[in-house]
């Protein structure tokens, strides 16, 4: 098996160069440097009583206090969500992030990895996905581990579930059992594989340790993979029971989840197509977490992000088919989120030969100048308040040009915007 690809911040590289100063009377000014009783280093430019435009401006540099830890939690709840008349598992309920800190895996080094589900109930006659490929389980959830000596330890689990997949054969009276569930399990190098369900079960789930290789809380990690594969298995036999939703806590509490702001009904207005009723998200952080700006500082932020497309994605014909993933980077303050999306959509910026040059966009679009970033895909990025917006959609539909799709997904951009305005 391939070893998955795991997250690595953008380096936004060194910051454009200062502007050329302009002939003219020089004004003389006084800076300081000063830190603030909330731990923030500002420069305070004072200008002289005689220039017209004189006005004290305070500019953020750096935000030394340190990142908060959990501010992204898990919530289990009971009852299962319904796709039509199916009751849908969620692999994240079945596995979440609270039991593995029960296995002695600390809750506050666990990040969220992935996760592909049903965040509500949808009724028959909007229940338009009749299949997902075989390679997409209808959900899916994994988490990174940081231990001791690595960061890029990880537990996933998928769950394929009909009629939306199709299940493997399986040999019935030949593996051993929990929870009355067959369990096929293999161990090779550090990775711990396990193929949990019954010959007759509707169901068939996928549960993967890799990358840990010492105890876990002292206990020897065969024997936590062991427990591992019970818990999910007593889980599983209890049949879809809960599901999972997520919420902010500390300094980011307001904020909504970004899969409860892309709704299905936003999709669907933005697209024009159904919404096939199913989220996905990838990385995202439970933690604050601070990217370095050179010139600027480190700027501490809450990145996440939610994807949803059409059910014609999982059809035999997909390249009229709508996906639309949504990322929002929300700063703990308005001018931090401002400086970063400013260096972000900076032309001049050297990062842009690496990860694609921004190019502006003349339109109005939120607080700032919008730009495109040409990042894997077109991105559209504008800012909102102390949140930065990425709004991506597939290549099939947003093309390849970047002029292009600058002036052809404004609409989409500032229906966004205004949505973005009123729940953040």
Not at 84 to 103: H, I, K, Q, S
Not at 333 to 360: F, M, R, W
Request: net charge negative; hydrophobic share 35%.
């Amino acid at each position: 098996m391939n070893a998955p690809q795991y997250y690595q911040p953008f380096n936004y590289g060194p910051p454009p160069p200062p502007p050329k100063k302009k002939a003219g009377k020089i004004v003389a000014a006084l800076v300081a440097v000063v830190v603030l009783a909330a731990g923030i280093t500002a420069v305070i430019v004072l200008r002289s009583s005689d220039d017209p435009k004189a006005t004290p401006t305070t500019t953020p540099v750096e935000d030394v206090r340190p990142p908060e830890r959990n501010v992204l939690v898990q919530r289990i709840e009971e009852g299962p969500v319904t796709y039509g008349t199916t009751p849908a598992f969620d692999a994240c309920a079945v596995l979440p992030r609270a039991g593995l800190a029960d296995l002695g895996f600390p809750e506050d080094t666990t990040d969220y990895r992935e996760a592909a589900y049903l965040p509500t109930s949808l009724t028959p006659d909007r229940a338009t996905l009749s299949k997902v490929h075989d390679l997409d389980p209808l959900t899916d959830c994994g988490y990174w581990i940081r231990t001791g000596d690595r960061d890029d330890a990880y537990i996933t689990l998928a769950i394929a579930q009909l009629p939306f997949n199709s299940m493997p054969s399986r040999r019935p009276g030949e593996t051993p059992r929990s929870s009355g569930l067959d369990v096929v399990a293999e161990h090779e190098d550090d990775q711990f594989f396990a193929e949990i369900g019954n010959v007759d079960s509707r169901f068939a789930a996928t549960l993967i340790m890799g990358r840990i290789t010492g105890d876990v809380a002292g206990v020897p990690v065969a024997t936590v993979f062991g427990k591992l594969t019970d818990l999910v298995a007593a889980a599983l036999a209890k049949g879809p029971s809960s599901h999972s939703s997520y919420a902010f806590t500390g300094g980011y509490e307001a904020l909504p989840f970004a899969c409860d702001v892309l709704t299905a009904e936003l999709f669907t207005e933005l697209t024009g197509k159904p919404d096939s009723g199913r989220v996905e998200v990838d990385d995202t952080s439970a933690h604050e977490t601070a990217r370095d700006y050179h010139g600027i500082g480190r700027l501490p932020a809450i990145e996440q992000q939610c994807t949803r497309s059409s059910s014609d994605r999982f059809s035999t014909s997909r390249d009229a088919s709508r996906i639309l993933t949504v990322t929002f980077e929300t700063f703990r303050t308005d001018a931090q989120a401002k400086s970063a999306h400013s260096y972000q959509c900076d032309p001049d910026n050297p990062a842009g030969a690496i990860l694609g040059e921004p190019v502006p966009v003349d339109q109005e679009i939120g607080d700032a100048k919008p730009c495109v970033r040409p990042i894997e895909y077109l991105n559209y990025t504008f800012l909102i308040g102390r949140t930065s917006v990425r709004l991506r959609p597939n290549e099939s539909w947003a093309g390849t040009d970047p002029d292009d799709f600058g002036r052809e997904f404004a609409p989409v951009a500032k229906k966004l915007a205004e949505e973005v305005r009123e729940r953040f």
